[in-house]
């Protein structure tokens, strides 16, 4: 019996030609969706985050090689060459077309963008398929601009797993139509991906195989081929994590002074979902309307439940017994994988249109939306920033502590950048006032070719320090926080 919306020659649904609309389009909102990483492409982006620039770098370095240039030897990514080599090595190769430093940061910063773009029309494609077009815009719509993937399309990081996963459920227990054999090649390549492009990728490994059976009872009445076709289809992901587990060279690790004690594992595991700093109740609210949809549609979307269930859980019970259970980052970024599933689950088990689960809709996209549009506001890190000069940075504060909050942080962000007045700052927390700086070289002229916005957004960032220094209730020569940040 074919789904909905699906071509009975196979091939793409009915619908698809307007895949690549639905993709252009979720490409140009993230494009306009981040004033600050257009407007200074230079200095704001993915490119100068995190280990997403030893992935760039390394790429640089490969290019390089291949052109037969004798480049700078460089470190490899810490999680291994799969991405940068995919995705990467090919934008580092177009923006070779210019040679200024700029627009070559700009073009080679669009992969997280790319990929959250291909990771919404993924979204769009299942939806579509069992329902309609117009229904499936909604909830891509909600699933990209009201939860995290929005403010990471500009961050980096999780995007390149998160694509791999979704794609391999779609091949797997979505509505993907192809041979079975060309089904199960993509599946198994897309799961290699999603269980070796980073280290957590071992967290999905029940998800996983709920999907590897999955595709073993497609053969439900031979065994031979049953078998032939399940060794097939793992072949290539055991290649995928046997790569990246060779270049991630774990020789001495030592898993036990890398976990933290047992009793602390429920509070983090709870803190993951329902922190008011970091829980995903905060900034992906709508992912928790999956939870009444599981019960709707279990009987006919068994593995797809299941796998998506055990895709948050095992994240979420992964990642709360490693010592860094959560970082600066915006919001739950450990948890961003699950996000496309559950949207899906929660899409198809809307039902009939019923006028309190449209309410409840709109109002936790209302709620996750304006957390949203916060995390793109401003420079990734903006609040670690900040807090690092004036006080002690904990994994417990950042998770925790009220005035680490990052949105309650941004909002103080935003009356700064909208009041825009210099001079002294009292604080509501003491009589002291903190005098304005003078020849700071944050606000004041910079050399080189930093742009009026790279120096409007230093002279934001003092004035916030400035107005946070008592406001987070310590000396502003605090010592600062000795953890290790990835």
Not at 63 to 82: A, I, Q, T, W
Not at 279 to 301: D, E, K, N, Q, S
Not at 370 to 386: E, I, N, R, W
């Amino acid at each position: 019996m074919e789904s909905k919306g699906e071509s009975p020659a196979g091939g793409l649904p009915a619908h698809g030609r307007a895949t690549w609309t639905v993709f252009f389009c979720i490409l140009a909102l993230l494009l306009l969706g981040s004033p600050g990483y257009l407007l200074n492409p230079a200095a704001i982006g993915p490119a100068r985050m995190g280990y997403t620039a030893e992935a760039f770098a390394w790429a640089d370095f490969a290019f390089n090689h291949l052109l037969g240039h004798e480049p700078m030897p460089v470190k490899l990514p810490r999680h291994g060459p799969l991405e940068a080599t995919l995705v990467t090595l090919p934008l580092t190769a177009l923006s070779r077309a210019t040679t200024d430093a700029g627009i070559r940061n700009f073009v080679i910063g669009l992969q997280p963008i790319l990929l959250t773009a291909a990771l919404g029309t993924v979204l769009f494609l299942w939806v579509a398929a069992v329902s309609n077009p117009r229904r499936a815009a909604l909830w891509t719509a909600v699933g990209v601009f009201t939860t995290i993937l929005w403010p990471y399309a500009y961050m980096g990081m999780e995007t390149g797993q998160s694509l791999a996963l979704a794609l391999a459920m779609y091949f797997s227990v979505g509505p993907a139509r192809a041979t079975p054999l060309r089904r199960g090649i993509l599946f198994a390549v897309f799961a290699g991906l999603a269980l070796s492009l980073k280290v957590a990728g071992m967290f999905l490994l029940p998800a996983m195989a709920v999907l590897f059976w999955a595709e073993a009872r497609r053969e439900p009445r031979n065994i031979g081929r049953a078998v032939g076709h399940i060794l097939l289809t793992a072949l290539p992901a055991v290649a995928l994590m046997a790569v990246q587990a060779h270049f991630r060279q774990f020789h001495g690790y030592d898993a036990a002074q890398h976990m933290t004690p047992p009793l602390t594992w429920p509070f983090h595991f709870a803190g993951l979902f329902f922190s008011l700093n970091k829980g995903l109740i905060v900034y992906a609210p709508c992912v928790f309307l999956a939870g009444p949809a599981v019960v709707r549609i279990w009987r006919t979307h068994r593995d797809l439940c299941l796998s998506a269930l055990l895709a948050i859980a095992g994240l979420a019970g992964g990642t709360s017994l490693l010592l860094y259970w959560t970082d600066e980052t915006w919001g739950c970024r450990y948890l961003h994988s699950s996000i496309v599933p559950l949207v899906v689950v929660a899409a198809l088990g809307e039902g009939r249109r019923l006028f309190h689960r449209r309410l409840a809709l709109c109002a936790l996209a209302v709620m996750g939306g304006l957390a949203a549009v916060l995390g793109c506001l401003f420079d990734y890190g903006v609040t670690f920033k900040a807090a690092v000069p004036t006080t002690v940075v904990t994994l417990e504060r950042l998770q925790g502590d009220p005035s680490l909050n990052e949105i309650q942080f941004r909002l103080g962000l935003l009356g700064v950048l909208i009041d825009d007045t210099p001079g002294p700052v009292p604080s509501h927390r003491s009589s002291h006032v903190l005098p304005a700086p003078t020849g700071d070289p944050c606000c004041g002229a910079r050399t080189g070719r930093a742009s009026p916005t790279a120096r409007g957004a230093n002279c934001l960032l003092a004035l916030l320090v400035r107005r946070c220094v008592l406001g987070m209730g310590a000396h502003p020569h605090a010592p600062q926080s000795t953890t290790r940040w990835d």
